[in-house]
């Protein structure tokens, strides 16, 4: 099929596609994968019917180009390549596009990332699943025409076949079992797609995830009384605690696999960091219950720090879908660092040791301070333009308090789909961070000369020798390191009353 003939096939497709009349908040790519029968199309009507977004399904795209089809991997080709022609026209246009296809194989799906990408619009990869059974009765129920066929012609024999082709996808995504009431998860859909707020569920699987090494030991009866109203409340409530570093991250993921409606990281900003981790993209939200030192993600939000006052808030508070930053490979919820304060984090993670807060990180930080000096950097900002020069500190903000004391990056949003970038620069020392570190307690960092701010979807920092990096206030690196905002990537339990500052969807 040549340039001339794909075009009139485009607009012919297209013309029988529904397009809405409004749009997303954020413009989005919408990826279904599943094998026949699992429910993709019928998802995709209930989606399509509450937001409004653009439906281009394979099937409906095969049948109108090939009339009779034979399913041969030439007609393959033009079907998959049609659908993401459109995708890329139509999200170009400002519409936001489901994508109702198998899209079994992991090139395939790639294709659709880098589309996505390449267009500046959110993905959201959702895969359906059902038990055999139910899928032979839907396909056998298509076949003699007791059930609707959304356009498919798939039978139990197709579905064997395509089996075996299923590869597993390697991106956060959502799985819906659309064996029985899937009304929960197109909720949650819905409710990131938009970007409006749910109320905490009143009946709910709740995941407890404890750190017992955090800044601050927790005392077992305030534990014990927490865990006591949560269950009178009732939700369903488990408790697993880490017993080494990193395992929250890995119990966070286990806990989404399972269903989990709910994590609550037990501890400081750092077990925060690391359910984050195992969390984003999922439809798990989190919650936190401050055991910490510095509580920086509970402080942000307003959240009372006495653990058993935090939970009678949280039952009462709502769901938000939030932007997350991606650091390297380690998404962070906060903010990162490069430079001065990353080069404390990793001194204090040297030392093995946690001092006490904030005294013990601030006089680090001064001991440091007389002989640190700013580095040659190198900033690219969402790959355009670049600025260069002595650089002491990189701030990249998801939110706006630093370190639980002070406003940084005094603009962030956490739904905007922006980081904050403020820089410091200079060649350092004790007398110059000394004044930096004055005019952002009287937040006057932006007016002070060597500052400069920015926004952007994407960051890339390079220097000379190698700066520490840290994300939430975990060392994790140096530079180089690119730094992207991940949007609506996590669900959070949040106050009622949470600062409107955080969401520019209200």
């Known amino acids: 099929m040549g340039a001339g003939e794909e075009r009139v096939e485009l607009v012919r497709v297209r013309e029988r596609l529904a397009l809405p009349a409004g749009r997303l908040p954020q413009r989005t790519l919408v990826l279904l994968c599943g094998l026949p029968g699992t429910g993709k199309s ?34 393959h080709a033009v079907v998959h390549g049609t659908c993401r022609a459109l995708a890329e026209e139509l999200l170009n246009e400002g519409y936001s596009v489901l994508v109702d296809a198998t899209n079994l194989r992991h090139r395939h799906r790639e ?16 895969q359906t699943t059902a038990s055999p059974e139910v899928v032979r009765a839907r396909l056998e129920g298509r076949k003699e025409g007791l059930l609707e066929d959304f356009g498919s012609r798939a039978d139990w ?23 029985g009431d899937i009304t929960p998860a197109v909720e ?13 569920p009143l009946r709910a699987r709740v995941r407890l995830i404890l750190n017992p090494a955090a800044g601050q030991s927790y005392r077992v009866a305030d534990l014990d009384e927490t865990l006591g109203f949560l269950v009178r409340h009732g939700w369903e409530v488990s408790l697993w605690e880490t017993r080494q570093p990193r395992e929250a991250m890995d119990l966070a993921r286990r806990a989404a696999a399972e269903g989990i409606d709910l994590v609550i990281a037990v501890g400081g900003d750092g077990t925060v960091n690391e359910v984050v981790n195992g969390l984003a993209g999922t439809p798990t939200a989190l919650a936190v219950l401050p055991f910490g030192s510095g509580n920086v993600w509970a402080r942000e939000q307003g959240l009372p720090l006495e653990p058993a006052e935090a939970a009678r808030v949280l039952v009462q508070g709502q769901i938000r879908s939030v932007d997350v930053g991606l650091a ?29 807060w904030p005294f013990g990180t601030i006089l680090k930080g001064f001991s440091l301070a007389l002989n640190f000096t700013g580095k040659e950097t190198v900033i690219t900002l969402d790959d355009q333009r670049q600025v260069t020069g002595e650089t002491l500190l ?10 639980g004391l002070v406003q940084i990056t005094t603009h962030a949003s956490m739904d905007d789909g922006l980081l904050d970038i403020c820089v410091f620069r200079g060649k350092g020392g004790f007398s110059q961070l000394s004044q930096y570190a004055l005019a952002t307690v009287l937040q006057l960092q932006e007016r002070t000369s060597g500052v400069d701010y920015y926004r952007a979807r994407e960051v890339t920092i390079t220097s000379e020798t190698p700066l520490y990096v840290q994300a939430d206030g975990e060392p994790i690196g140096t530079t180089p390191m690119t730094f992207r905002n991940i949007p609506r990537a996590l669900r959070v339990l949040v106050p009622p009353y949470a600062p409107r500052h955080l969401f520019t969807q209200n």
């Open 328 to 356: 390297g490979k380690r998404y962070f919820l906060l903010m990162a660092g490069v430079g001065f304060d990353a080069a404390v984090v990793h001194a204090l993670s040297e030392e093995g040791r946690q001092p006490l």
């Open 157 to 179: 024999e197709v579905y064997r076949m395509y089996a075996g082709q299923l590869e597993p996808i390697r991106r956060p995504h959502r799985v819906v079992d659309t064996s």
């Open 394 to 403: 990189v701030v990249i903000g998801n939110t706006r308090l630093y370190g």
């Open 42 to 75: 019928y998802l995709a009507s209930q989606l399509a019917a509450r937001v409004p977004l653009v439906v281009v399904s394979s099937d409906q795209v095969r049948h109108c180009i090939f009339p009779e089809p034979q399913h041969t991997g030439e007609e």
């Open 188 to 200: 949650e859909i819905v409710s990131t797609l938009l970007g409006t707020p749910v109320p905490a």
């Open 111 to 126: 294709r659709y990332y880098r589309l996505a990408e390449a267009c500046g619009a959110r993905l959201m990869i959702v």
